[in-house]
């Protein structure tokens, strides 16, 4: 692979015009395609075999008006009553407008609460939602001004209102590149080389999403699933350009040729950006193995975007790379102290030992032990708030206070009760006569229902609908135990005389069937990923305890973004930075996405760091030598890498939608534990642990110090020259062992 890399990258940079041409064409292309294939994005919930969704299927072939694309109309009088004579007629108006609009098939009859102040009415489209688009939303706005010019409050909740509102960056993706921008300039300390990452970015995110936008004209892809897909593509993205850029300004100062430069950085941090780019990759798609089309179809999305930034980052930076030659560090800032190149004489005079990421390594080397305890248990506390973790249901209660949506939700629980926004949909087939009715006076009975409407009979009575409105909002626990309480119990004794089934439906059904399915499923996709990426790591190593030990600090990161992401949005910690007005159940798909995206990310840094290590290693021999060498020569790119991630995904907190709040902030998190505790303390302290044997292969035999060389003793402390990785008396084996460890 790094013959093919390096030519790659050689080609690139000896025809910079040509690639740079041929990227901004495919990507004006893959921009027109998605427009005019009429690519959207739309929230499809649909939960294939649970029987939530089989209640849905049910009540469609009875119903001919169950599953239509809906919106919910809440008028609220804040002061007086909703019934005055002006009131009401104006009402009337809105009503009327809406009905004369396009594509509204039905207004159902305004439901008035007991106090006489707010009033709902459903709106039902006689279009699919993807046949529908903003300005459905827009329509129904105006058509409220005659009730608002009386005083009302007017406000809408639905899907055609979310497809109206849907989440957007805000800019929020400007302020990450900005404070991108400045991490770079620090660390290079050159307006050109800082700006080469960003530049290759922006033309990735704008690839990736024409992409997905094309794919979203064959498949569902929700509608918050492009902010995801832009916050990972402009995190990996820099990421994977600042590695393949600082390996190309070495390879300069060590004199070689612009395009020998790119394609030897293509070679060996362009090898690295496939394998944890790859393990991104095949980590985000393993998201589709939950058998959640919703899920699945974010998981696609992200990936489409990380695999677009990777193939950016070892085509079109070696172009831009071999046009600037050595202009890329032009425009410096002589203020600054960057990060300097690291020339081949460096590694004969030891030089990364007299660093202070290399004095960090020794000292970590010797006090290995301490460090790897210490860790660990930090660690393991900042993870303990995962073990409260509860997932929940997502709905329009945990939207920002300034959306509509969220509006409409508080009048209708104050006015009506927290049941009313989500009410259970129970499908009755297959019942003798009066069985629909005795499931009903049943339901009445359950102490958490609050209402229950009389049964409605399809026109070839063969089944019936009805309505169950709970005491509590739709993510309240009393909810969920109510609808396994009436598919368990309450409805097989309702119905034990009259047979038939009856089927518990309903958007918090769903949420709850949804939960469970992810529940379930969850730890086979932590197993499919986690030996997905183990895997990987083997292949590009050829080491398997090393690879062993990557995936256990991946789950350590993993565990401490969940039990940040607990603590602030569950306990409560800190809501109000972020905008966030109360506590909230962390939305059921969160975890599944999280953990396939964080693995993915964690395995970057761990596969740079590594194969710095490994290249150290096959040099000296020593691997108290190979881990200063190599966390020196990497901890500044990772420590600027990890910057940059944070800022982008803390960015996006701005994002008015709070599942991306709870994405951003437990991907923010991950990235700063991962980047300080673990690759600058805990790897490299359990490197030195292990010592030789991290490197051992199969088929091998055990792992000795072999020889080391000239260069390597040369820079080792007098005291530790006598002291073997293991910690024992070192006997000088250089005279007598050979180079490799032989095979068996």
């Given at each position: 692979m790094d013959s093919m890399l390096n030519a790659l990258g050689r080609a690139c940079a000896v025809r910079p015009w040509l690639t740079i041409t041929s990227?901004?064409?495919?990507?004006?292309?893959?921009?027109?395609?998605?427009?005019?294939?009429?690519?959207?994005?739309?929230?499809?919930?649909?939960?294939?075999?649970?029987?939530?969704?089989?209640?849905?299927?049910?009540?469609?072939?009875?119903?001919?008006?169950?599953?239509?694309?809906?919106?919910?109309?809440?008028?609220?009088?804040?002061?007086?009553?909703?019934?005055?004579?002006?009131?009401?007629?104006?009402?009337?108006?809105?009503?009327?407008?809406?009905?004369?609009?396009?594509?509204?098939?039905?207004?159902?009859?305004?439901?008035?609460?007991?106090?006489?102040?707010?009033?709902?009415?459903?709106?039902?489209?006689?279009?699919?939602?993807?046949?529908?688009?903003?300005t459905h939303y827009q329509r129904l706005d105006e058509a409220a001004d005659p009730a608002r010019g009386t005083g009302l409050d007017v406000e809408f909740r639905g899907m055609v209102i979310d497809l109206g509102t849907e989440p957007t960056t805000g800019g929020s993706e400007l302020v990450g590149v900005g404070a991108a921008l400045i991490v770079l300039i620090i660390a290079f300390g050159s307006l050109v080389a800082a700006g080469l990452p960003l530049a290759v970015a922006t033309i990735g995110i704008l690839?990736?999403?024409?992409?997905?936008?094309?794919?979203?004209?064959?498949?569902?892809?929700?509608?918050?699933?492009?902010?995801?897909?832009?916050?990972?593509?402009?995190?990996?993205?820099?990421?994977?350009?600042?590695?393949?850029?600082?390996?190309?300004?070495?390879?300069?100062?060590?004199?070689?040729?612009?395009?020998?430069?790119?394609?030897?950085?293509?070679?060996?941090?362009?090898?690295?950006?496939?394998?944890?780019?790859?393990?991104?990759?095949?980590?985000?798609?393993?998201?589709?193995?939950?058998?959640?089309?919703?899920?699945?179809?974010?998981?696609?999305?992200?990936?489409?975007?990380?695999?677009?930034?990777?193939?950016?980052?070892?085509?079109?930076?070696?172009?831009?790379?071999?046009?600037?030659?050595?202009?890329?560090?032009?425009?410096?800032?002589?203020?600054?102290?960057?990060?300097?190149?690291?020339?081949?004489?460096?590694?004969?005079?030891?030089?990364?030992?007299?660093?202070?990421?290399?004095?960090?390594?020794?000292?970590?080397?010797?006090?290995?032990?301490?460090?790897?305890?210490?860790?660990?248990?930090?660690?393991?506390?900042?993870?303990?708030?995962?073990?409260?973790?509860?997932?929940?249901?997502?709905?329009?209660?945990?939207?920002?206070?300034?959306?509509?949506?969220?509006?409409?939700?508080?009048?209708?629980?104050?006015?009506?009760?927290?049941?009313?926004?989500?009410?259970?949909?129970?499908?009755?087939?297959?019942?003798?006569?009066?069985?629909?009715?005795?499931?009903?006076?049943?339901?009445?009975?359950?102490?958490?229902?609050?209402?229950?409407?009389?049964?409605?009979?399809?026109?070839?009575?063969?089944?019936?609908l009805l309505t169950v409105v709970p005491k509590h909002a739709p993510q309240d626990e009393d909810v969920s135990s109510l609808v396994h309480r009436i598919r368990d119990d309450t409805a097989p004794r309702a119905l034990a005389s009259t047979g038939g089934e009856a089927l518990v439906g309903g958007s918090t059904a769903l949420q709850i069937d949804m939960t469970d399915v992810i529940a379930e499923r969850l730890a086979w996709v932590v197993l499919a990923v986690v030996g997905a990426g183990t895997l990987l790591l083997v292949a590009m190593f050829r080491a398997p305890v090393v690879a062993l030990k990557a995936a256990f600090m991946a789950l350590l990161s993993i565990g401490v973004s969940f039990g940040v992401v607990t603590a602030m949005f569950q306990w409560g910690w800190g809501l109000d930075l972020i905008g966030v007005d109360k506590t909230v159940p962390i939305a059921s798909p969160v975890p599944m996405l999280m953990f396939a995206v964080l693995f993915g990310l964690s395995m970057d840094y761990e596969v740079f760091l590594?194969?710095?290590?490994?290249?150290?290693?096959?040099?000296?021999?020593?691997?108290?030598?190979?881990?200063?060498?190599?966390?020196?020569?990497?901890?500044?790119?990772?420590?600027?890498?990890?910057?940059?991630?944070?800022?982008?995904?803390?960015?996006?907190?701005?994002?008015?939608?709070?599942?991306?709040?709870?994405?951003?902030v437990g991907l923010a998190a991950a990235v700063i534990i991962d980047a300080t505790v673990i690759r600058m303390v805990l790897v490299p302290a359990t490197m030195a642990i292990l010592g030789h044997w991290a490197w051992w292969q199969p088929g091998k035999r055990r792992p000795t110090s072999g020889r080391t060389s000239v260069e390597a003793r040369a820079a080792e402390p007098e005291d530790d020259r006598h002291e073997q990785d293991t910690g024992q008396t070192l006997v000088d084996t250089s005279k007598h062992a050979p180079e490799n460890p032989p095979t068996h």
């Open positions: 990227w901004l064409v495919v990507t004006i292309a893959l921009l027109g395609l998605g427009q005019a294939a009429g690519g959207t994005f739309v929230n499809d919930f649909r939960v294939p075999g649970v029987e939530s969704q089989k209640a849905t299927d049910e009540a469609q072939d009875h119903f001919p008006s169950v599953g239509a694309v809906t919106a919910q109309v809440v008028a609220h009088a804040p002061e007086g009553e909703l019934d005055s004579p002006g009131r009401a007629a104006a009402v009337n108006r809105m009503l009327d407008r809406i009905r004369s609009q396009s594509d509204v098939n039905r207004v159902n009859a305004p439901v008035v609460g007991e106090n006489g102040k707010a009033m709902i009415t459903d709106v039902s489209f006689d279009k699919d939602l993807g046949d529908l688009d903003a690839a990736g999403t024409a992409l997905v936008l094309l794919v979203g004209s064959i498949m569902a892809i929700p509608t918050s699933a492009p902010i995801i897909a832009t916050m990972l593509g402009l995190g990996a993205g820099i990421d994977y350009a600042l590695f393949i850029l600082s390996r190309f300004r070495n390879n300069l100062a060590n004199g070689e040729s612009p395009p020998d430069a790119a394609g030897h950085a293509s070679a060996v941090a362009g090898h690295a950006v496939v394998f944890a780019g790859g393990t991104v990759v095949i980590a985000i798609l393993g998201l589709n193995l939950a058998g959640i089309p919703f899920v699945g179809a974010m998981g696609i999305a992200a990936a489409i975007t990380v695999a677009v930034m990777m193939v950016a980052a070892l085509t079109l930076l070696p172009a831009l790379l071999g046009l600037l030659g050595h202009r890329v560090n032009s425009l410096p800032l002589p203020r600054l102290r960057p990060t300097r190149p690291v020339s081949e004489a460096s590694h004969a005079r030891g030089g990364h030992a007299d660093t202070r990421a290399g004095r960090l390594g020794g000292h970590v080397y010797r006090n290995r032990v301490v460090y790897a305890c210490s860790a660990t248990v930090v660690l393991l506390a900042l993870s303990a708030p995962l073990l409260s973790l509860r997932l929940g249901n997502p709905d329009d209660g945990t939207q920002p206070p300034e959306l509509t949506q969220r509006k409409a939700y508080d009048l209708i629980a104050e006015n009506f009760g927290p049941g009313w926004n989500a009410p259970l949909v129970v499908t009755v087939t297959g019942a003798e006569k009066g069985g629909a009715e005795k499931l009903s006076a049943a339901l009445g009975k359950d102490p958490e229902v609050a209402q229950v409407t009389l049964p409605q009979h399809s026109e070839n009575g063969q089944a019936a590594l194969s710095s290590v490994r290249e150290a290693y096959d040099r000296t021999r020593g691997p108290r030598q190979a881990v200063i060498e190599g966390l020196s020569s990497t901890a500044g790119v990772i420590t600027a890498a990890a910057a940059i991630m944070t800022c982008v995904f803390l960015s996006f907190v701005a994002v008015p939608d709070t599942l991306i709040k709870i994405i951003g």
